[in-house]
Nanobody
C-alpha cells in the first residue's frame, strides 16, 4: 500500500510562490497517476494537476495553467507542484493522491474518487 506525505505549504502573499512536495513510499511511480487536489472550506475537492511519470502526461485545471507546474523525480519517488503567482483563491488544503492507472490524466483529475491513496494534506494560505 502506498504512503504519501505532503510538505511545503504555508502562508504567502498574493503573487508569491510555494513548492509542494509529495514523497511516495511503497512502490515506484512509473505506472501511477499522481494528482494534486485542493479543497477550500465549503467547496468540493477539485483536481488541480495530474501527472504520470511513466509517459510524461500532464493535466492542469484552467485556473492554474501558466502558474503551476507539476513534476516528478523517479529517483526520489517524489512529485512536486511549483505554484507561482499565487492568488487568494488558491487558498485551500492541498492533497496529493496516487492511483495505478493508464487512464488519461485529464480523466483521472476530473474526480477525486478515482484515487485510492491519499496524503494527509498541507495548508496553503494566500493572504496579505
Amino acid at each position: 500500500q502506498l504512503q504519501l506525505v505532503e510538505s511545503g505549504g504555508g502562508l504567502v502573499q498574493p503573487g508569491g510562490s510555494l513548492r509542494l512536495s509529495c514523497a511516495v513510499s511503497g512502490s515506484t511511480l512509473d505506472y501511477y497517476t499522481i494528482g494534486w487536489f485542493r479543497q477550500a472550506p465549503g467547496k468540493e475537492r477539485e483536481g488541480v494537476s495530474c501527472f504520470r511519470i511513466g509517459d510524461g502526461s500532464t493535466y492542469y485545471t484552467d485556473s492554474v495553467k501558466g502558474r503551476f507546474t507539476i513534476s516528478g523525480d523517479n529517483a526520489k519517488n517524489s512529485v512536486y507542484l511549483q505554484m507561482n503567482s499565487l492568488k487568494p483563491e488558491d487558498t485551500a488544503v492541498y492533497y496529493c493522491a496516487a492511483e495505478y492507472s493508464v487512464e488519461p490524466v485529464q480523466t483521472m483529475c476530473a474526480n477525486f474518487v478515482f484515487f485510492g491513496s491519499w496524503g494527509q494534506g498541507t495548508q496553503v494560505t494566500v493572504s496579505s
